[in-house]
Every structure is written in C-alpha cells, then in structure tokens.
C-alpha cells in the first residue's frame, strides 16, 4: 500500500506554502514519495521472498506516472506494480488508445508485465463512474473483459465480477477516515459483498445475521449477489467466469503470453481495436453507434451482438483471428 512512500525527505521538511496536494494523490508531494532510497528497501524484500520455496510475490501500490511506476519493477525489485491511469481515464476510445499504448511501451519486457486495473478500493465503482444505469452496468461488463484481454495481469476489485454498483451512503454511516479529515470518503465501493440473496441481514457477508457489519448493506442488495448471478448465465459473474477460463486456455495453449507484441489501433468504426500476435484480436466499442467486426471467429462477448451481427455500443469483442 502506497509503495512509493516508505521514505520522506531528511529533517521532514514542510511542502512550500503555495503548494497543494490533493487528498488521495501523494505522488504530487516529492518530499514524502517516490524517493530513491525506497529502492533499496524493494532489493533487500525481494532477495527475501526469493529464498522462499516456492518464491513469494511482491506486488506495489505505486500511484505513480507509468515512466516512474515502472522502475518499481525493474530486475531484482518487485515483480509487479499496479498501473493504475485506467482508473482515471475517461470513457473514450482515443483516450484508452494512448494510455494502453503508454503502459505497454513502458513495461519492462520479460520481467514486469502491466497490471491492468480499473477498480480498486479507493474510487468509485466503474458502473457508476462510467455513467450509472443500464449503460454504466454495460460500460463496466465490456471494461472487465477489455483488461482480461489486455496482455499482462489483470487485478479484479472483490464485487467488480457481480458489476456491483456505488452506494451513496449517509454522512452518519460513513467510516472513511478521509471522510472526517478532507470530506472525500471511500465507504461507497467498500460496502461488504453480498453472498446470498435473501433480504435478512447482511446478505452472507457476516456469520451472525444479527451483527450489523461497519457500512449498512443497501436495500435490494440482494440482486447483485453471487447467489442470484450463479442462476443467471447473462450475469456479470457468468462471463467473469468465461473470461478466466478462456483466457487461462489460449495461455496454456501458447496463443496469447503476457509480452504478446501488440498493436492497439481506432479501426474504421473508431472503436479501439487492440491486436495480440498472430492469433487474437479485443475490440472495445465505446461510441454510440454498433461496430463492424474484423474478421475472426468471435470468442467472447460482453453483451449481446446486434441482428445483424455488428458489436453493440459499449460492448467488448475477443476474437480469434
């Protein structure tokens, strides 16, 4: 967690009276973050979790600009760092275009693969921050199976395969110590996970139905659980599921490898095509309008084709070319 501060500048100097940092956004403060001397301390942990049998994993926060997150991971440092710029990208096809093409232009080829996120514990919910309803829900379904598809690893936020929602919690219910500290709180994508449909309790989060857990569930909670999507084969966990077990196949079968050479385009339709090796091509629909396929035989959608067989709007595409 914020593996980019282990370190403050000598004697804890106070910033400049002029300058200001946002809640949430330290890389803006150098004298508490991405410090030189943090990479010694990486090279001593990851001499320690390679004496492990098996070798243990580290993996950084690193809320950092792709050119300075990625020497995180440089050899003998941590094997991976979370790229977090699809957090604040708009819904946009050019816009994912040029970050994509950064992040993988900067990894580190055969040791450090980018981590690809577009939720986590600090933002918004991608259904409500991609625009809230049934076109939210859709923006966020076709997100998931974009990253799933990107080459590297891909980290999924617990309840983003359930296309969980934000919730607007009341001021009185809210935990977020940044919420008392700065008015920015986090509490809406932190509400516990439900499990079971029923309207009793917490849902299966919580052993003791009678234990209220630290955030309120919301009222018809239910629907989003795992228990409601296992009976739902148009679910958002159904095609999470679908997802990981295709993906896991074309890399055992060697078609797709996490430092695939990758070309990622606007095709004539203007959606964001992005091309793996010779094999695999994701087209992410992101206008208002369908989208004429390339040619491919279609592997997984994210929604539904239109009649005619072109990709719907904020609908994304696997193909196997």
Request: net charge positive; hydrophobic share 40%.
């Amino acid at each position: 967690d914020v593996a980019h501060g282990l370190f403050k500048a000598e004697g804890l100097p106070d910033l400049h009276a002029t300058a200001t940092v946002q809640p949430m956004r330290l890389r803006a403060n150098p004298l508490a973050c991405d410090r030189e001397e943090v990479h010694q301390v990486y090279r001593c942990w990851r001499a320690l979790a390679d004496g492990y049998s098996p070798p243990r994993v580290l993996i950084g926060e690193v809320n950092l600009a792709p050119a300075r997150a990625v020497r995180y991971t440089r050899p003998g440092e941590l094997h991976q760092a979370f790229a977090f710029a699809l957090l604040v990208t708009p819904w946009d096809a050019r816009a994912w275009r040029s970050i994509i093409t950064e992040l993988l232009d900067t990894r580190v080829g055969g040791v450090a693969p980018v981590t690809w996120v577009v939720e986590n514990h600090d933002v918004i919910r991608a259904p409500t921050r991609y625009g809230g309803g049934v076109r939210g829900a859709a923006r966020a379904r076709a997100a998931l199976l974009a990253v799933l598809g990107l080459p590297g690893a891909a980290y999924l936020y617990q309840g983003q395969e359930l296309g969980l929602p934000e919730v607007d919690l009341p001021a009185q219910a809210r935990q977020d110590p940044a919420w008392s500290r700065c008015g920015v709180s986090r509490d809406g994508c932190r509400v516990p996970m439900p499990w079971r449909e029923d309207e009793k309790g917490t849902h299966g989060f919580s052993a003791s139905p009678a234990r209220s857990p630290w955030l309120p569930v919301p009222a018809g909670w239910g629907a989003y659980s795992v228990q409601a999507q296992q009976a739902d084969r148009a679910s958002g966990l159904h095609l999470c599921r679908a997802a990981l077990t295709l993906r896991r196949r074309l890399h055992t079968e060697h078609l797709l490898a996490a430092d695939d050479a990758v070309v990622v385009d606007l095709n004539s339709s203007g959606a964001l095509e992005v091309r793996r090796g010779e094999t695999f091509t994701l087209v992410l629909a992101m206008g208002n309008t369908p989208v004429c396929l390339p040619a491919g035989r279609l592997l997984l959608a994210s929604g539904p084709l239109t009649p005619d067989g072109r990709l719907s709007p904020d609908t994304t595409a696997w193909l196997r070319r």
